[in-house]
């Protein structure tokens, strides 16, 4: 997995615009997939999941969009908030396995 | 409702020292999973249990580290002798799995706070 820190990508976003975080996966068997949202000295928070027989799926500001063709998730959060600032994990399984591979995370600046 | 419940929040021993870290899962959940997170190596599952049993432990670094789950409501993951490199903050998380057409499926997994080990 990728390195949580100094080398994350980062994406800036203005408070009230939209954030768009994207995933990319590798394992075309994984059926279930989940953002979590990570604050600093905290474990990761369950945003959303989506399962691989739905391609959208809404929650409270925010929405996944999932593209298996090209293995492809993406988290949409309306409106950023300051309290939206945090590291953005996707996280994928077959439902069988019951083992969560973590994406590389992104981080969230949202600025004022 | 509590979360996931996890202590020490913090500990710093030396190295060649036993280190106990304690989880306790959302009641009612049935599988708990213990992560390691380093700025090198991200997320990285150790092992999980379903219902008090070890699944899986192929994310286990190497002898040093054990884990046990005597009930459904306690787990620990132990380090003996703990090492420099074994500093890392320490997720548990838990979830509900259930069989469906003879399958094991796994609802979403709810972390705790973690434990920030040092180890000098």
């Known amino acids: 997995g990728e390195s949580v820190g100094l080398h994350l990508p980062t994406l800036s976003v203005q408070e009230g615009d939209n954030s768009i975080i994207n995933c990319a996966y590798s394992n075309s068997a994984s059926d279930y997939f989940i953002w979590y949202k990570q604050e600093s000295g905290k474990g990761p928070q369950f945003i959303i999941d989506?399962?691989?027989?739905?391609d959208k799926r809404q929650g409270q500001r925010v929405t996944v969009l999932l593209n298996k063709t090209v293995k492809h998730l993406s988290l949409q959060i309306a409106a950023t908030q300051p309290g939206d600032s945090a590291v953005y994990f996707c996280a994928e399984t077959t439902g069988t396995a019951s083992k969560l591979t973590f994406g590389t995370g992104t981080r969230l600046q949202v600025t004022l | 409702d509590a979360g996931v419940i996890q202590s020490p929040r913090h500990e710093v021993t030396e190295m060649g020292q036993e280190v106990t870290l304690r989880c306790k899962p959302i009641?009612?959940?049935?599988?708990l999973f213990w992560y390691r997170q380093t700025m090198m190596r991200g997320l990285e599952l150790l092992i999980y249990f379903n219902n008090n049993v070890p699944i899986d432990d192929s994310g286990m670094p190497e002898d040093r580290f054990s884990a046990k789950m005597p009930n459904a409501s306690f787990s620990t993951l132990k380090i003996q002798p703990s090492e420099p490199r074994d500093s890392a903050v320490y997720f548990c998380?838990?979830?509900?799995?259930?069989?469906?057409?003879?399958?094991?499926?796994?609802?979403?997994?709810?972390f705790g706070p973690g434990t920030r080990l040092t180890v000098l």
């Open positions: 009641s009612g959940h049935n599988s």
């Open positions: 989506i399962r691989s027989n739905m």
């Open positions: 998380a838990s979830s509900f799995s259930g069989f469906i057409d003879s399958r094991l499926w796994t609802d979403t997994q709810y």
